[in-house]
């Protein structure tokens, strides 16, 4: 338990680091959380072709999904500091390799801790790499949090390319006017999600994800890991974890209990949410303060 107490204590100090660097004014923004950190200039990425979904962020605000507006930077600058060791480990070459390191996992130990949250700022961030794409994959197949919020409980998603192997890919995305993001929606209920989530037919379809396009990350919001089946089924399929872990809440004993689920040859990050809570914001996240650090057991 001491390694896992030391790297909470690490990303509470890191946490209240980051917050003096800020501007601390906590003055409102007139863009929202994506626009307001778009480089100035910034090389042209492939356009995929397609009619954009439109989606209301003020909506998405009011469901939690994106900060309000008065805390869009300090919360972008967060974002951009958590996206770094995922990208490195992604587009890292050598001996030490992992395949799929292009899929991260988002994912916490029980429900709650803001992951969903953490899952589409974090594709919004990335998404604003100057050679790189985003995929963002609802793979909380029970509670689809994102295709409910963005609308997309209706579209054929995941559960429905693993169900039939005729459908492609391509069929089911769904391209966002939030910054040019795809999604994957979890697609339509099933009782045996969790055998589809670890079939044969998943595993062709992540590793298409992965190798498909070189410049392309693939952010998959997973269900919290000690609560169902699937969120250790999908966990077999990435090469990247990141454990989203409530500041205050979580303890020692549910992450160690949820790390004991996972490959431990498998890059591990945590991320402490919550760590500066709002006063009036009821936004999932629930809190501006953010870090991460390269996080494994064996460490």
Not at 28 to 36: D, F, H, I, M
Not at 198 to 214: F, P, Q
Not at 237 to 266: F, H, M, P, R, W
């Amino acid at each position: 338990m001491g390694k896992i107490d030391d790297a909470l204590r690490k990303l509470q100090k890191q946490g209240a680091a980051t917050r003096k660097t800020g501007n601390g004014k906590g003055k409102p923004t007139n863009r929202r959380l994506p626009e307001s950190v778009i480089p100035i200039a910034r090389k042209k990425k492939v356009e995929i072709d397609g009619v954009k979904h439109h989606l209301d962020e003020e909506e998405l605000i009011h469901k939690g999904l994106l900060a309000p507006l008065d805390q869009a930077i300090p919360v972008a600058d967060e974002f951009r500091r958590i996206k770094r060791p995922l990208i490195d480990n992604a587009l890292k070459q050598g001996e030490d390799h992992v395949d799929h390191m292009n899929l991260i996992m988002v994912a916490s130990p029980l429900p709650g801790a803001g992951k969903t949250f953490c899952s589409v700022n974090l594709a919004a961030s990335i998404s604003l790499e100057r050679e790189l794409n985003v995929l963002l994959v609802d793979a909380d197949v029970a509670k689809p949090h994102i295709s409910d919020a963005f609308g997309l409980t209706d579209r054929p998603g995941l559960i429905d390319i693993l169900e039939d192997e005729t459908m492609s890919i391509e069929e089911v995305l769904v391209r966002t006017d939030l910054n040019d993001i795809q999604v994957l929606p979890a697609g339509r209920k099933h009782s045996q999600s969790t055998e589809l989530l670890a079939s044969e037919r998943m595993e062709e379809v992540m590793h298409e994800l992965a190798t498909r396009y070189a410049d392309r990350l693939i952010v998959l919001d997973s269900p919290p890991l000690m609560v169902t089946s699937e969120a250790q089924a999908l966990a077999t399929q990435v090469g990247q974890i990141a454990l989203v872990v409530e500041c205050g809440k979580t303890t020692s004993q549910e992450i160690q209990e949820a790390l004991e689920l996972l490959d431990t040859d498998k890059a591990i990050n945590m991320i402490l949410n919550k760590s500066l809570y709002s006063q009036t914001s009821g936004y999932y996240g629930g809190g501006y303060g953010y870090g991460t650090y390269g996080f494994n057991e064996e460490q």
